[in-house]
């Protein structure tokens, strides 16, 4: 069974510069989410999508943060303008979504790994 | 808010030497309760979980158990390989309520032979 994958794997840009992941999640997934991992710190949600809709998005810097996962399936997270503090790995990860409450393994891709200079 | 404290890295160890990394979280609910590994380049993996107080997971020589007294979820195992060099990451879930994940900060482990 593959994997959640990631694409860039790496990225470097300048600040004020815009940037955008894509993610595609374990096939059949329903639940897929996005996590910031900064340098020496844990993973922290940025957005949960179930389907093609948005679970909690409290946490993703709205202004200059998206993300939209239109059919479902894939996902893009875009950022723009980015900041210096924005250099982090992007974590996507997705698991089965069959119903809330069900305490589902999540599975994570290899993440982006982003600098911004 | 809901958080988890493991204990500061790096964590360096002679092959065969006994491991334990503590993790203490806090949580409004009742939190599963999970450690994953990320191994150099790789993405994170669950590597055991427990959902209820008194549970123990365990895999690959692995365990850790769920103490809703102490509300800790301590990483053990008695004899590491090289392999096992990694970081490690405890994290929780509230049940019934976001699926999120909040991490700890993470633990690396590096084993040398």
């Known amino acids: 069974e593959a994997g959640v994958a990631q694409s860039p794997r790496y990225k470097i840009i300048e600040k004020r510069q815009s940037v955008a992941f894509w993610c595609n999640p374990i096939?059949?997934?329903?639940?897929l989410y996005w996590y910031q991992q900064i340098l020496g710190q844990g993973p922290k949600l940025l957005i949960q999508?179930?389907?093609?809709?948005?679970?909690?998005d409290s946490q993703l810097p709205k202004d200059r943060f998206s993300a939209e996962r239109l059919k479902g399936v894939d996902s893009t997270l875009k950022i723009q303008p980015a900041k210096l503090e924005d250099s982090a790995v992007y974590l996507c990860?997705?698991?089965?979504?069959?119903?809330?409450?069900?305490?589902?393994?999540?599975?994570f891709g290899p993440g982006t790994r982003l600098l911004v200079l | 808010g809901d958080s988890v404290t493991q204990m500061e890295g790096p964590v360096t160890l002679s092959e065969e030497a006994f491991l334990t990394i503590n993790c203490t979280y806090t949580?409004?609910?009742?939190?599963?309760l999970f450690w994953y590994v990320q191994y150099p380049g790789e993405g994170l993996q669950l590597l055991l979980k427990a959902t209820k107080a008194d549970d123990k997971g365990s895999n690959k020589g692995f365990e850790a158990t769920y103490r809703k007294e102490t509300t800790s979820f301590h990483l053990e195992k008695g004899s590491v390989q090289v392999s096992d060099s990694a970081v490690y990451f405890c994290?929780?879930?509230?049940?019934?309520?976001?699926?999120?994940?909040?991490f700890g900060k993470g633990t690396k482990l590096t084993v040398n032979p």
């Open positions: 949580a409004t609910g009742y939190p599963s």
């Open positions: 994290a929780l879930r509230l049940q019934g309520g976001s699926e999120k994940l909040v």
């Open positions: 999508f179930q389907n093609n809709g948005v679970v909690d």
């Open positions: 990860a997705s698991s089965l979504g069959l119903a809330r409450g069900i305490q589902e393994t999540q599975y």
């Open positions: 096939s059949g997934h329903a639940t």
